[in-house]
């Protein structure tokens, strides 16, 4: 899969906003909790099917859809236990924060103005009244409501930020650029401030104030960030800098090679079009500051804050492509796969990412088992596509996935034949195509797929481990065969399937002792893989530890073992494995790939 989230725009911030959360600063929305109380980890296993009539049971319900990210449902639960108890501040501050998440903004319009009544400190509806009145080109009531939802580090950036755009709508360029450049509270913000004010400084035709902040962004920690490379790489081409330019998008290219943004900028270039300004009136500048706080709190693990920033940016801006696509990809996260294809179905067929949308989307599809629909998406946008190498790609790892390797195989290699100079990263095509030909018992083509793998990507431990386990399989090269696996484990040392390979490699050549030292590791590394726990009581049993070898067969048949493995563990539960042939370790030892 193609990974287009934002290509980590505030990494080095991270810890500095986890800090901010878990300190409460971003406290208030509620009377009787925090922010990020009130938006709620849900730790109920509880709910009542389809909710309840109950106040408790809705409750119940409501905190249940919440913790499965359903923001819908748990709107319409939490409105029930309201119908029961229309005074219930905490249930209230629930309900408004999930309508935000959910992106019913008129409702929550009308909630934020009752709850700034009631309590005028409350940061996020003054957030929800701050951006309606923007919207409306009122900005001095924007910005009233701004400053009152600034009274933390991190909501004091947002208030600087979004205050400053809003000068921008009333033509008041120099009192924006003020608004932040004062902002110097931490050194941790500058990126966001120099990247705005490079942003309203090209708005205003100011283009060497322009140039100087763009430069900062990136000495910043911004040449990692898709959107400010895409940002300043504009600018630059605006100029008539498209050598410079080139240069600026080659670089990102090797840290993400194939962003297809990237490649669109390319295409542009050549052939000689001038982008438009990318931030061209207030409204989208809003927008712009909204979806950077956005991806800054995706890279955390909380899930709600980013869609709450998200849903703001929207709301500002709902032509916003990166942001439809982030949306998209935390709704993936939360497996609400419907979700994400409605996220991605809102990308224009112009934008430079609607290729990915589409693989995307037929991945999702297949997420939902409507996996025949997916192959059928896939196939017709490679024949209208013919040269679209990762659409092949994507094609051929459904396929394979849904154990089809023959079909699979096809079209990897479709996705080969347009590779006139293959490149290191390409190594992952190769090795894909490797796996299907050897699960299709074509050893010899998946040998030499492997084997090219390699000599794109040397010491790749995936690669290293599947080509040596097999050899050690066939009793081929092992010598040879042993040290690559040995290599894959110092490279991945935390990957439990990559020990199991070493561990199971040793079994085959009949080192028991070494063996279970191994697989103990692997099993400790991976406790809930069932073909593990497998393999450490076989090792258990050949050195002689016949109870604990039964007690990791059992252990193993606890695991929700499959179809195949299940027959064979209840015969050496029986028997012991003298009388029993063990499955081999492929199915573990590949399970990380």
Known sequence: MLAIKEANIWRRLNRFWIVIVASGTLAGCGSQSSFVESLDLFTDDSVFQNGSNSQFGSYLAGRHAGSSRDTTRAVDFYDRVLDFDPNNEQIRDRAFLLSIADGQFDRAIDQARAIVEQHPEQHIAHMVLGLHAFKNGIYPEARSHFDAAGRAPFSKLSAALLSAWSYVGEGDFNTAIKTIDEFKINAAFDIFRHYHMALIHELNGNIADAEKDFKATIEAGGDGSVRVVQAYGQFLERQGRAEDAAELYGNFSSLAPDHPLIDFAFARIDQGIRPELLVGEAHVGAAETLYGLASALAQDRSIELPFVYLRFTLFMRDDFDLAHILLADLFEQSKRYEDAIDSYSRIGSESGLVHHVKLQIAHNLDRLERTEEAISLLRRFTKNNPADFQAYVALADLLRGRERFEESIEEYTEAVNLLKQPRKQHWSVYYARGI???????????????????????????????????WVEQRH????????????????????YIVDSLGWAYYQLGYYDVAVEHLERAVSLTP??????????DAYWRVGRPIEARFQWRHALSLNADEELLPVLERKLDRGLEEVSSLKGRRSAFNSQ
Do not use: T
């Open 477 to 496: 090269k092992l010598e040879e065969a042993l040290e690559m696996i040995q290599s894959a484990v110092e490279l991945r040392p935390g990957d439990g």
């Open 528 to 537: 809930e893989d069932p073909v593990i726990n497998d393999h450490l009581g």
């Open 436 to 470: 299907a030909h050897e699960r299709a018992d074509m050893w010899p083509e998946a040998e030499a797929d492997f084997l090219r793998a390699l000599e794109l990507h040397p010491n790749q431990p995936l690669v290293l481990n599947y080509l040596g386990y097999s």
